[in-house]
């Protein structure tokens, strides 16, 4: 069903302000999305914005928190009831926190995570209480009228947006209840990734449903097989395996063996029957990893497997129906493949079915400093260590540098860190080989090219300045060049102010 018609006949009068058919809010489908719609109508408003949504029934019990924080807020566990004051409001209501409250446990934890100031108002429908909206701030007086007047005349609209992603939420819940398959949220959850890895996380939630071939591109140790790993766990075939096979790890013979399994005595050492990675990955999911290594002669008897759905073991005479979905990934340039002769067309067409592009870390610039908390917080468990954090010093020169083994070779950083650490700070130093030069640095910048580092840099000044190019807090005013200049650069790039901040 159409859920933006079920929205429309939910809500058939106008006393919420909501208006059915306005394109922002019927475009919303997720908590990202959604967010991202309250930010564009607050942002003239608010110049940093925080956020918790609470969706509760009449009694303030808790179904959904939904947050976005623009502060240090990290708020890690969020009550399960809330009283009923949080929703008595029909305008907004702003409250100063100046010390914990014993009766409220949630304003206690706003409190204590730093929150000065929450700008309160309830989300209702034709009087029905849905939840409550909150801005939060570590600072006083920051919501002037305006910003109440604003919100009181878009909370309509901000009702129908929740709206639209509870009942997305809610049919998904259903779906996976039928099929087993987890919660994307909660898959979601265990990655590290800001603005830079959203389009790739918005086609895994696409794609992970449905039966279609994946094909994952992307450096090595970008999180090819954490993503394959994330698809299969989404799907409705969770509960079967999920099969790999490293396809560069083989010479040709054994790999044929491993993916599709031989009679006894079907070459010298096949001394009894063997299920290949095909079969064994039957109603489950069969993950191809390095599918450019795969020999030439191997390329042709995979397409024929994937294409009819059957196999047959070496040394056999028998067809077998597999019921596989294929899960690819490669960090070479398949097309280049194919022009060189080393990759069948026919097959990259059969592997080409929705394609993942998954961005290196110096793309991802902004992901570091929760991949190192994340990394470090993993190895310090794994290896009983007390480590308290990163030490802040080191952060600049980690984002200097061009991490050409990504997630992977950061991973090995922190974790050499953690076995070593003396101190309850941890120092991550780069090698200094491949740091890009820095103003004290007088060695030539390696690997960079000037235009990546041009790119690097203004993708970073757009996201540090919410997109905005002209006037004080503009990125060109940061980057200390004419807004035109910057507008000419970002050109020339290819640089899209849209797909920067998404
Ligand atoms: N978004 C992420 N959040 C947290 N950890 C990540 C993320 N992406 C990758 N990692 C971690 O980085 C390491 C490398 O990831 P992964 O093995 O999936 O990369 P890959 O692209 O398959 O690499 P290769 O091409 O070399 O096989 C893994 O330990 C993985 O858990």
């Given at each position: 069903?159409?859920?933006?018609?079920?929205?429309?006949?939910?809500?058939?009068?106008?006393?919420?302000?909501?208006?059915?058919?306005?394109?922002?809010?019927?475009?919303?489908?997720?908590?990202?999305?959604?967010?991202?719609?309250?930010?564009?109508?607050?942002?003239?408003?608010?110049?940093?914005?925080?956020?918790?949504?609470?969706?509760?029934?009449a009694?303030?019990?808790?179904?959904?928190?939904?947050?976005?924080?623009?502060?240090?807020?990290?708020?890690?566990?969020?009550?399960?009831?809330?009283?009923?004051?949080?929703?008595?409001n029909?305008?907004?209501?702003?409250?100063?926190?100046?010390a914990?409250?014993?009766?409220?446990?949630?304003?206690?934890?706003?409190?204590?995570?730093?929150?000065?100031?929450?700008?309160?108002?309830?989300?209702?429908?034709?009087?029905?209480?849905?939840?409550?909206?909150?801005?939060?701030s570590?600072?006083?007086?920051?919501?002037?009228?305006?910003?109440?007047?604003?919100?009181?005349?878009?909370?309509?609209?901000?009702?129908?947006?929740?709206?639209?992603?509870?009942?997305?939420?809610?049919?998904?819940?259903?779906?996976?209840?039928?099929?087993?398959?987890?919660p994307?949220?909660?898959?979601?959850?265990?990655?590290?990734?800001?603005?830079?890895?959203?389009?790739?996380?918005?086609?895994?939630?696409?794609?992970?449903?449905?039966?279609?071939?994946?094909?994952?591109?992307?450096?090595?140790?970008?999180?090819?097989?954490?993503?394959?790993?994330?698809?299969?766990?989404?799907?409705?075939?969770?509960?079967?395996?999920?099969?790999?096979v490293?396809?560069?790890?083989?010479?040709?013979?054994?790999?044929?063996?491993?993916?599709?399994?031989?009679?006894?005595?079907?070459?010298?050492?096949?001394?009894?029957?063997?299920?290949?990675?095909?079969?064994?990955?039957?109603?489950?999911?069969?993950?191809?990893?390095?599918?450019?290594?795969?020999?030439?002669?191997?390329?042709?008897?995979?397409?024929?497997?994937?294409?009819?759905?059957?196999?047959?073991?070496?040394?056999?005479?028998?067809?077998?129906?597999?019921?596989?979905?294929?899960?690819?990934?490669?960090?070479?340039?398949?097309?280049?493949?194919?022009?060189?002769?080393?990759?069948?067309?026919?097959?990259?067409?059969?592997?080409?079915?929705?394609?993942?592009?998954?961005?290196?870390?110096?793309?991802?610039?902004?992901?570091?400093?929760?991949?190192?908390?994340?990394?470090?917080?993993?190895?310090?468990r794994?290896?009983?260590?007390?480590?308290?954090?990163?030490?802040?010093?080191?952060?600049?020169?980690?984002?200097?540098?061009?991490?050409?083994?990504?997630?992977?070779?950061?991973?090995?950083?922190?974790?050499?860190?953690?076995?070593?650490?003396?101190?309850?700070?941890?120092?991550?130093?780069?090698?200094?080989?491949?740091?890009?030069?820095?103003?004290?640095?007088?060695?030539?910048?390696?690997?960079?090219?000037?235009?990546?580092?041009?790119?690097?840099?203004?993708?970073?000044?757009?996201?540090?300045?919410?997109?905005?190019?002209?006037?004080?807090?503009?990125?060109?005013?940061?980057?200390?060049?004419k807004p035109?200049?910057?507008e000419?650069?970002?050109?020339?790039?290819?640089?899209?102010?849209?797909?920067?901040?998404?």
């Open positions: 069903m159409e859920l933006f018609g079920l929205l429309q006949w939910l809500l058939p009068g106008n006393n919420t302000g909501f208006q059915p058919d306005h394109d922002a809010v019927k475009g919303i489908k997720n908590e990202e999305e959604l967010m991202a719609f309250i930010q564009s109508v607050l942002r003239p408003y608010l110049h940093t914005i925080s956020m918790l949504i609470g969706i509760a029934d009694n303030g019990a808790i179904a959904f928190w939904w947050m976005h924080t623009e502060h240090a807020f990290l708020f890690p566990e969020l009550p399960e009831r809330v009283p009923a004051a949080w929703f008595s029909t305008t907004s209501n702003i409250l100063e926190l100046n914990p409250d014993r009766r409220d446990a949630f304003q206690t934890t706003l409190f204590k995570n730093g929150v000065k100031e929450v700008l309160i108002h309830s989300l209702q429908i034709q009087q029905k209480n849905l939840g409550f909206l909150c801005l939060l570590d600072t006083k007086n920051t919501f002037p009228v305006a910003v109440q007047a604003i919100v009181n005349t878009s909370a309509g609209l901000f009702v129908a947006a929740c709206l639209q992603v509870l009942l997305i939420q809610l049919t998904e819940e259903h779906r996976q209840k039928m099929t087993g398959a987890l994307l949220a909660v898959i979601k959850a265990e990655m590290i990734g800001g603005a830079a890895l959203q389009p790739a996380l918005r086609l895994l939630s696409q794609v992970a449903p449905t039966p279609a071939t994946v094909l994952l591109t992307g450096e090595t140790g970008t999180g090819k097989e954490l993503f394959a790993a994330a698809i299969h766990q989404a799907s409705p075939r969770r509960r079967q395996q999920m099969v790999k490293n396809c560069a790890a083989l010479p040709a013979q054994l790999i044929e063996s491993e993916l599709f399994g031989h009679e006894k005595g079907a070459f010298t050492g096949a001394l009894q029957r063997r299920i290949g990675k095909f079969e064994l990955a039957d109603k489950g999911t069969l993950f191809l990893d390095e599918v450019g290594e795969l020999p030439l002669e191997l390329q042709a008897k995979l397409l024929r497997a994937i294409q009819e759905k059957e196999i047959e073991r070496l040394g056999g005479n028998e067809t077998i129906k597999v019921d596989v979905r294929i899960i690819a990934a490669t960090n070479r340039n398949l097309e280049n493949e194919i022009a060189a002769g080393r990759f069948r067309e026919d097959l990259y067409y059969r592997l080409f079915v929705f394609p993942i592009k998954l961005p290196p870390l110096r793309e991802r610039l902004d992901d570091i400093p929760l991949l190192l908390q994340h990394i470090a917080g993993n190895a310090a794994r290896y009983e260590r007390h480590i308290k954090g990163i030490d802040p010093a080191c952060i600049p020169a980690l984002l200097a540098y061009r991490w050409p083994g990504n997630i992977r070779e950061l991973e090995n950083l922190v974790e050499r860190a953690v076995i070593a650490a003396t101190d309850p700070y941890i120092m991550i130093v780069p090698p200094q080989s491949r740091r890009v030069a820095s103003s004290s640095d007088t060695s030539p910048p390696p690997t960079t090219s000037l235009a990546d580092a041009e790119r690097t840099t203004i993708i970073q000044a757009l996201r540090q300045c919410n997109g905005k190019i002209r006037g004080p807090q503009g990125a060109a005013a940061m980057l200390d060049i035109t200049t910057l000419a650069r970002m050109k020339k790039l290819g640089i899209v102010k849209e797909h920067v901040l998404r």
